[in-house]
């Protein structure tokens, strides 16, 4: 099964920035719409944002709409979130992984990337 690979997470302060990048070497990636999703200890994972798979399309989150951009590299089988403004509430594992309405019920993830906002 082919394996999803989240990174660029860290540690950043307040209002500070991040570029998550998140690799898929699936050889119908660029059929796929794509997403990222995050979880916070406690907590369901929730969506962030998701592209569709030409790029031409994003959807957002309401909480990081103005934040928050995706894009993807189809060449190279990649999706990326550009994170600004980072506030505490956005601290949790961010995980890719592809879009459908019935995301939640996908059982296969990558280990994600831990981003943690400090004030």
């Known amino acids: 099964q082919v394996q999803l690979v989240e990174s660029g997470g860290g540690l950043v302060q307040a209002g500070g920035s991040l570029r998550l990048s998140c690799a898929y070497p699936e050889p119908r990636f660029s059929s796929y719409d794509m997403g990222w999703y995050r979880q916070t200890p406690g907590k369901d994972r929730e969506f962030v944002a998701s592209?569709?798979?030409?790029?031409?399309?994003?959807c957002y989150a309401d909480s990081v709409k103005g934040r928050f951009t995706i894009s993807r590299g189809n060449a190279k089988n990649m999706v990326y979130l550009q994170m600004n403004g980072l506030n505490n509430e956005n601290t949790a594992i961010y995980y890719c992984n592809v879009w459908t309405r019935s995301w939640q019920s996908l059982s296969s993830w990558g280990q994600g990337t831990q981003v943690t906002v400090s004030s």
């Open positions: 592209i569709v798979f030409n790029g031409r399309s994003t």
